[in-house]
Structures are given as C-alpha cells and as structure tokens.
C-alpha cells in the first residue's frame, strides 16, 4: 500500500509504503537492530508502555533534537516504560550519537536492514529509503494509543502531547 500527500520533505511531497495505522490498532511486531547488531523486537518490551520515536536520520538537526528531547522528558514518566528511538541509520553511527550526545534512557535501534518497522508502520518513505519524522505510544496491551506523523518532516513533533500520552499508558 502506498500513502501520497501525507508527509512532505521541504515542500515536496513524499509516498509512505505500508498500512496506514492509528489509534486503537494492534501494534505491529517489527524486528530492528540495536547497536551491536541483536535483533530487538516490539514483543521484547511486552506488557510496557513503549514509546517509538521516529526519526529519518540522527545526523538532521531535527532528529537530534527529537531524539535529545524525549531523553531529557523521560523522566516525567513514572511506570513501566520502554522507550525506543527508530532510523534507519548504520546501528555503529547510531551508537556514536548515543554516547555523544548521551542518550542514556531511549535505546537507538536501527531499522536500516528489513525496514520491518517502516513497513509495517506505514511510515517508510519510497523516494529515499529513510522513515517519516512520528511519534507512537504503544500501551500494555499492544494498541496504538498515541500517533502523530509530522506533516513536514523538517518539523518537530509535538513532545507534549507525546509524553502526556506515553504517561497514560504506563498507568
């Protein structure tokens, strides 16, 4: 399945692959990659309220800020939570931004290998093989309860909402 006039990059218009998800969906299972190359998969954190920050590439001034901000307000959240940060960067350049930058409470994993978590997201972007700038909560129960996909990819999502989210479902 292919999404148009979704998601634009400086304007232009991009084409997301994959099923169209929102809240109250099942949330798909994914396999990704942490940084020393294991599998990590979405039923790895069952039972937790998880957040899945989606960013094209660390190396964007956006997606690193994306990705510094939720560290920093993952500390609001009391519960059992696991919170994951999601590109399709090399995983050895994902753990060079982590401990630059130290990320000590996101784990980075890479989707750079199957792109299983942009294709069953919906959220993989055909022209340029990267993922969509989102933000998903997934609750205990393994449903959507949060998602925002940010209209322009250059543009920050809204951590407010994300974190209030997230905070729910860990209740």
């Given at each position: 399945?292919?999404?148009?006039?979704?998601?634009?990059?400086?304007?232009?218009?991009?084409?997301?692959?994959?099923?169209?998800?929102?809240?109250?969906?099942k949330a798909?299972?994914?396999?990704?990659?942490?940084?020393?190359?294991?599998?990590?998969?979405l039923s790895?954190?069952?039972?937790?309220?998880?957040?899945?920050?989606?960013?094209p590439s660390l190396d964007t001034s956006v997606c690193n800020k994306q990705t510094v901000t939720f560290n920093k307000r993952l500390p609001e959240v009391v519960g059992n939570v696991k919170p994951?940060?999601?590109s399709v960067d090399l995983p050895f350049a994902q753990g060079r931004f982590a401990q630059e930058h130290?990320?000590?409470?996101?784990?980075?994993?890479?989707?750079?290998?199957?792109?299983?978590f942009g294709n069953n997201y919906g959220l993989l972007i055909k022209e340029l093989r990267l993922l969509a700038r989102a933000v998903?909560?997934?609750?205990?129960?393994d449903r959507i309860s949060y998602c925002q996909i940010v209209p322009e990819i250059?543009?920050?999502?809204?951590?407010d909402a994300a974190i209030e989210a997230l905070k729910k479902a860990a209740r």
């Amino acid at each position: 399945m292919e999404r148009s006039n979704l998601v634009t990059m400086k304007g232009n218009p991009v084409t997301l692959v994959g099923v169209a998800l929102k809240v109250g969906d099942k949330a798909p299972d994914f396999t990704v990659l942490d940084n020393g190359l294991a599998p990590i998969k979405l039923s790895d954190s069952a039972n937790k309220a998880r957040l899945l920050s989606v960013v094209p590439s660390l190396d964007t001034s956006v997606c690193n800020k994306q990705t510094v901000t939720f560290n920093k307000r993952l500390p609001e959240v009391v519960g059992n939570v696991k919170p994951y940060a999601i590109s399709v960067d090399l995983p050895f350049a994902q753990g060079r931004f982590a401990q630059e930058h130290k990320i000590d409470r996101l784990q980075i994993v890479s989707d750079h290998r199957d792109v299983s978590f942009g294709n069953n997201y919906g959220l993989l972007i055909k022209e340029l093989r990267l993922l969509a700038r989102a933000v998903l909560v997934v609750d205990k129960n393994d449903r959507i309860s949060y998602c925002q996909i940010v209209p322009e990819i250059g543009t920050e999502p809204d951590y407010d909402a994300a974190i209030e989210a997230l905070k729910k479902a860990a209740r």
